[in-house]
């Protein structure tokens, strides 16, 4: 036991200074692998133990092992161990593991991967088990009316979630963020679970809302979000902390529930300013928010940004139907290139209008063709583009629902990548 601590007084400050990217770093010594603690938020030592590789000490910090990330799915071959220098040099020997501080779970199951002391000291509850068992899922909640949020990934829900609520509250979220210039770049919310009262025809949200107090891209959230919708802030320009809040209106009977993750995103990792929402892979959904169920937002000025990965040139949108709804002067670019066909308006009269349209093209078609429908398949002509929609809708009393049928509101696109 003595011994141990003493290598450990030795072993940490070399640590230390490798402990520039989020990681945890976890020291078991090689012939007693078994609990102790750290005091330090990043640097741990393995609990449980399993000997996943030892050195001498003073080469670990030319030779510290990065978690491999098949890790993440299967088991460490422990015949990989290299015994005898165990045998050689044991008094000086540890096994380091380390591991990035990663994501682990999804949705209301997730939280991210730290030792189990770190995840103590984090105020965290343990949900799983990550890095093969060296690591914790660590899952931090804020369940109050507002509040801090210091650790990556922090659950913000209501206190009675995933039941609802139905009553006037006014809670205030201080998200704090390392503000260094060049560290964080943006702060991303996921919303695993929002229902909120719907906004007005108009799109205004005047019962209940979120708003994002540093964000330029949009004035407010309510209604319902669609599955997998996230929003990104940008910190440039702003000091941490960056607010959010929430406001719901208890006149209106309305039963509420909100789950939102929040994570603070490192400039090395940053999305292009633009981007509200950003998608990567090769394919996948996206909705205007509160689709399906009324008007979609006023006061959006942002884009949905995919991925364009080496090997993909062009991508592709479908419509999931013909119920939909962006009025003008509203609008949805779709930077398609030229020589999309505009489809006859299948409903008559109606003002409905979502144009694809060539970005340099849309005063052209504004002025000359005040409605106008997409096919219900696109795919983009221009390989050098990068791969966006953008969507601007102001707050203008205008209504954000077509007048003629009532139940088209808003956007809903399958979309997907096309190899070159
Ligand atoms: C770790 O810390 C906790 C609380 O600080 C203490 O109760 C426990 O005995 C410590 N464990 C070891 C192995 O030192
Ligand atoms: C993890 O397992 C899945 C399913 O067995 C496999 O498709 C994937 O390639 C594995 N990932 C890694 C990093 O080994
Ligand atoms: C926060 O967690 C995400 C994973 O969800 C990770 O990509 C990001 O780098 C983390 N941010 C910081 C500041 O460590």
């Known amino acids: 036991m003595f011994q141990r601590v003493h290598h450990l007084s030795v072993l940490l400050p070399l640590l230390l200074l490798l402990f520039c990217t989020p990681n945890t770093i976890a020291a078991v010594p090689h012939r007693n692998p078994v609990a102790t603690n750290s005091s330090d938020n990043g640097v741990g030592v393995a609990e449980g133990g399993g000997v996943v590789e030892t050195r001498p000490y003073h080469h670990h910090h030319h030779h510290l092992q990065h978690f491999p990330s098949q890790w993440q799915n299967g088991t460490i071959d422990s015949t990989g161990i290299d015994n005898s220098l165990t045998e050689k040099d044991g008094k000086f020997l540890f096994t380091v593991v380390q591991f990035p501080n990663i994501l682990c779970g999804s949705g209301i199951n997730s939280g991210t991967c730290f030792t189990r002391t770190e995840c103590l000291v984090k105020g965290g509850t343990i949900i799983d088990s990550c890095a093969l068992g060296y690591g914790v899922c660590c899952q931090v909640k804020v369940t109050s009316c507002g509040g801090d949020i210091t650790v990556n990934n922090t659950i913000v829900t209501n206190a009675e979630y995933d039941n609802t609520f139905n009553e006037g509250r006014n809670c205030v979220f201080k998200v704090q963020f390392d503000d260094t210039t060049n560290e964080i770049c943006q702060i991303r919310y996921e919303f695993i679970d929002f229902d909120f009262v719907a906004p007005e025809t108009t799109g205004v949200c005047s019962t209940d809302k979120l708003v994002f107090e540093d964000d330029r891209k949009s004035q407010y959230f309510c209604g319902k979000a669609p599955a997998n919708y996230h929003w990104y802030v ?187």
Request: charged letters at 15%.
């Open 234 to 420: 940008e910190t440039a320009g702003t000091t941490s902390p960056q607010s959010f809040s929430i406001s719901t209106d208890g006149t209106t009977s309305y039963n509420r529930k909100y789950a939102i993750r929040v994570t603070t995103i490192p400039c090395m990792q940053e999305v292009p300013t633009y981007c509200g929402q950003y998608y990567d892979g090769t394919s996948g959904q996206i909705s205007s928010f509160n689709y399906g169920n009324g008007a979609y937002l006023a006061g959006l000025m942002y884009s949905i940004c995919f991925q364009k990965e080496d090997g993909y040139c062009t991508y592709t949108l479908k419509k999931t139907s013909d119920n939909q709804f962006i009025g003008a002067p509203d609008m949805l670019r779709l930077p398609m290139g030229e020589g999309i066909a505009v489809e006859a308006n299948p409903a008559a009269a109606g003002s409905a209008i979502i144009c694809a349209i060539a970005i340099i093209q849309i005063t052209a078609m504004y002025s000359t063709i005040p409605q106008c429908f997409y096919p219900s398949t696109m795919t983009s002509n221009n390989r050098e583009a990068a791969f966006y929609v953008t969507i601007n809708t102001l707050v203008d009393g205008n209504d954000n629902r077509n007048p003629v049928d009532t139940t088209a509101a808003g956007f809903q696109f399958d979309w997907e990548t096309n190899t070159c």
